[in-house]
């Protein structure tokens, strides 16, 4: 069975940019998560979606955002890019409620 | 507000020692727990979990966690660590608000693990 898939690996940006990070869930799961991992600041949630929906969204302004595809797949994009968004982005899969989530290797996003 | 405490931001032990890394938790109900381990440029990787029932779970790679509510702690455990378990361990708890789940895990802040040949 294939696990969590994120693409690409890497991504550098610069300033204002803008990125798209891409995530294909396990097969059979329904709900996508999203984290960022930054240095010093630990896991923190980002968006979450279920059927297509977005369920709940963490303290993020909104210019993260996302969306889940018919296949369940999901992109995060990330406007306005800022230094502060250096990050190693996680994608996990479940499904649903509290079952557990299985993470991606994660996309490195490198702002300049 | 539900939050996960993990004292130990870094451990040493030597190659076949035991190991305790622990955590502590914040919730008002019962709580759903997770272990998960962290090797470096990689993603996170499902130890074991807690839902209910018995209190001491069985994770992989002989890795084991016992749920003391008395204590509010889901502290992991092995009986002998080996070199390649060098990495940091995360403590999850799944959020939950009154009638569901929030959908996403609340982590602590991780404890990182080096083993000493």
């Known amino acids: 069975e294939a696990g969590v898939t994120q693409s690409p690996t890497h991504l550098i940006k610069t300033r204002g940019q803008q990125a798209t990070l891409r995530c294909s869930p396990i097969s059979g799961h329904t709900s996508v998560y999203w984290y960022q991992q930054a240095l010093g600041l630990g896991l923190q949630f980002l968006l979450w979606y279920d059927e297509g929906e977005e369920r709940n969204r963490g303290n993020f302004p909104p210019r993260f955002s996302g969306r889940q595809f018919p296949n369940y797949s999901s992109e995060l994009n990330v406007n306005a890019l800022e230094l502060e968004d250096s990050a190693l982005y996680l994608c996990?899969?479940?499904?649903?409620?509290?079952?557990?989530?299985?993470f991606g290797d994660g996309t490195r996003l490198s702002i300049l | 507000a539900q939050s996960v405490t993990q004292p130990d931001i870094h451990i040493t032990v030597s190659e076949g020692a035991s190991l305790e890394l622990r955590c502590n938790y914040s919730?008002?109900?019962?709580?759903?727990l997770f272990w998960y381990v962290q090797s470096p440029g990689q993603g996170l990787q499902l130890l074991l979990k807690?839902?209910?029932?018995?209190?001491l779970v069985q994770g992989i790679k002989g890795f084991e966690a016992e749920f003391k509510r008395s204590q509010s702690s889901f502290n992991l455990r092995k009986p002998s660590v080996h070199w390649s378990d060098a990495a940091e361990y995360f403590c999850a708890v799944g959020a939950a608000r009154y009638g569901g789940s929030q959908g996403n895990l609340i982590f602590g802040k991780g404890t990182k693990l080096s083993v000493k040949p």
């Open positions: 996990a899969s479940s499904l649903g409620g509290n079952q557990p989530q299985h």
């Open positions: 807690y839902f209910s029932g018995d209190t």
């Open positions: 919730y008002g109900a019962t709580p759903y």
